[in-house]
């Protein structure tokens, strides 16, 4: 070499040196896409925070809309207390406009979620004239009951019915067309709002992947020009440097992590690899989203509902377990398509027969499942209606497609209750609706051995 006029002692200074700056290089691409990542995170953060608080609205009127049935159909008092418990204390829908107000104040996703707001608002007259009306039905003091149904003022006609109708007018009130078309006013609007926020989010998040891109590139450049030194400084020294090189190649060929022996320079190479090798794997995991909703049907997926089932509360929550019947049938006379078509109209069905809070689950081929969140016993009439209506709109001859029933099995939470004992008792009796013939609900009921109130 010296003949040449280049020592070997020269040229591995100049490589090293050159090593040092290419890894001071690919640290700062390092931090770089670390912060990065970090930005896109805490940005996607709080836009899901933001649609969580718009949904909170729907999920407040849809509460307030549970209540006052509750109340019109049963006369219980708790059910309007809880009613103006969450219009005058908890003012989830005035907490959700004031919080996407706070930073999206004159976005369409906020006038969205204003009118869902203002629609919501103008509801309650209806809501209070049925309150009212329950009232005088059930004969309480309406001196007892807050101003907002004190005030409300019934037309002649109405003040004339006898008990019984006026229970009626008020039930009727709440579950007329009328009414429903005004709430679907608030779940579009809402639902407006939601997904412009997450067209926000979307782009947001392609800026951010363009520069994660940008900077991984870099990294791999960096990467690769370093790996190019070390080859070199190889080619230089002694065979103790050779033979662990040729060895570490053919691991980084096959993606895996180079041992660490040989020359100090090697150990080097392979540590710093190993790093970040091992790093690009951490960040490729990190922005991977797993899947939760079902392709089909767009369900929450088995997994998705594992993880839900997993962390709501199951003592206030209720299982529904449905099942499609003879859709096997249907499936071989008519071929997968026309099963994906039945499958598509089932789950709509179950979807807008439930509320926004509501998770509905596609857990299998033909089975689904709602997870009903806040619920008790006293829902089964409601619910069995719901399953009666659910049945007669599939029963409707839909072009050339066949028609088709389900079959459902109910199971309500408990004290101290776990997620495979109310899943074991909702499919007993799913199995029990199958076996006698079908198309109907059935309610899961303890044994009445359990008939201690040191239970309770």
Not at 4 to 17: E, F, T
Not at 32 to 55: G, N, V
Not at 119 to 138: F, G, P, Q, W
Request: aromatic share 8%.
């Amino acid at each position: 070499m010296k003949r040449h006029g280049i020592s070997l002692r020269k040229v591995n200074i100049i490589m090293l040196i050159t090593a040092i700056i290419i890894s001071l290089g690919l640290i700062i691409a390092m931090n770089i896409t670390s912060s990065t990542y970090s930005e896109m995170h805490d940005s996607t953060e709080k836009l899901i925070k933001w649609q969580l608080s718009s949904a909170d609205l729907l999920k407040a009127s849809d509460y307030l809309t549970e209540q006052m049935n509750s109340f019109v159909v049963t006369g219980d008092r708790k059910y309007l207390d809880n009613y103006f418990y969450e219009a005058k204390v908890a003012k989830r829908r005035d907490k959700a406009i004031e919080e996407l107000e706070n930073t999206h104040g004159n976005t369409p996703a906020f006038r969205d979620l204003y009118a869902a707001m203002q629609e919501s608002v103008s509801l309650m007259d209806k809501e209070y004239y049925a309150a009212r009306m329950t009232v005088l039905a059930y004969g309480y003091d309406i001196s007892e009951f807050p101003v907002e149904i004190q005030n409300v003022k019934l037309i002649a006609s109405d003040t004339e019915l006898s008990s019984e109708k006026m229970k009626d007018m008020a039930i009727s009130l709440m579950f007329q067309d009328e009414y429903s078309n005004r709430k679907e006013i608030i779940y579009s609007h809402t639902n407006n709002c939601i997904e412009e926020l997450d067209a926000e989010m979307r782009e947001e998040q392609a800026i951010f992947d363009d520069k994660l891109n940008r900077q991984v590139f870099i990294e791999h450049l960096l990467t690769a020009l370093l790996i190019a030194v070390f080859l070199g400084m190889v080619i230089l020294t002694s065979r103790l440097v050779i033979v662990p090189l040729n060895r570490s190649v053919a691991l980084i060929r096959d993606e895996q992590d180079i041992p660490i022996e040989g020359a100090y320079e090697i150990r080097f190479l392979a540590k710093t690899y190993n790093l970040m090798h091992h790093t690009n794997e951490q960040n490729k995991e990190k922005l991977t989203f797993e899947a939760t909703h079902d392709p089909l049907t767009g369900l929450y997926n088995r997994r998705g509902y594992d993880f839900i089932l997993s962390n709501v509360d199951l003592e206030t929550s209720a299982l529904i377990l449905f099942d499609l019947d003879r859709f096997k049938m249907i499936n071989d006379t008519y071929g997968h398509d026309m099963g994906d078509k039945i499958l598509i109209r089932a789950a709509k069905a179950i979807f807008g027969s439930f509320r926004a809070q509501d998770y509905i689950c596609r857990i299998g081929g033909d089975e689904m499942a709602v997870i009903m969140v806040h619920s008790d016993p006293s829902l089964a009439k409601l619910l069995e209606k719901k399953i009666h209506l659910i049945n007669q709109d599939l029963g409707v001859k839909n072009g050339n497609e066949p028609t088709i029933s389900i079959s459902v099995g109910v199971a309500f939470g408990e004290r101290g209750i776990t997620a495979e004992t109310l899943f074991k008792r909702a499919d007993d009796c799913l199995y029990k609706i199958k076996a006698g013939g079908k198309k109907g609900v059935c309610f899961y009921k303890a044994e009445k051995k359990k008939k201690s109130k040191k239970d309770n």
